[in-house]
């Protein structure tokens, strides 16, 4: 299994420096993040793409995934961007959420699935496949809301990325053994990302002081051993997508922890028989 960094919180540091934290972590490489103020943005994509991947491979890394801001309805208009990603090496790519608030809650189910058709179609004619995240506050949030949506679409084309840390932060918990049951060959990714629940003084306006908060998966609620072990079970084998949303403001305190996050989830693939 591979595991690959989500850099959201290293904005600051060179396609240089991001490798070599990729390699120092134990990572196989960074995903590509196209969006404006990172190393691979939209509007400049056909000169930095090729480069940044190249970069990667130079540092013995790959870039296999992309997390990109392609709407799922935009993406017939898009053969030259999913081309390029196809010469790059990419296959899978992030699609663009689908905000709850963009519709009446009624017509999101129906809308999702005539996107993820199209999302499909597109995806196919580049041999690629477009990732649809389970993400709390977009649609879908969870694994029952996305299956009707894909449930007769090619998985080659077409997949999902699971999200237990936005699934306990946010919204969207559904069982681990029911989501991977339910998804099986459509599971493309997994966010490696974890959240706590704590208590602490009741805020003046009301409520009783809980609060979501990610956190390393060293610290957080999720069951790794038990989601791999599930992944085994089903002939599961996908890319892990680290991120780490946690001391955004503290490098030093944030590299420590992904460092030993990143450790422990390896030890779980391993057990798991996934490494």
Known sequence: MKNYLFAKFYQSL??????TLCRTMGLDGPTAMIREGYWTPEDKLEATLPAFVKLAEAHGLTVAYADTPFAMGRLPEMDKELSLLAECGIRLFRVQYLPKS?????ELAGALARLAETAAKAAEKHGLRAVIQLHGFMYPHNATAVWPAICSLDPRYIGVKLD????LCQEGYEDWGYQVALLGEYIAAVGEKDAALTRGSAAPTGGKGWRRQFVPATEGIADYDALFTLFKAAGVNVPGIVMPFYDENNTDARNAKLREEVAYLKRCQQAAGLA
Do not use: F, Q, S
Not at 102 to 106: D, S
Not at 164 to 167: D, H, L
């Open 164 to 167: 237990p840390g936005n699934n």
């Open 14 to 19: 060179t396609a240089e420096e991001l490798m």
């Open 102 to 106: 963009a519709l009446p809650a009624r």
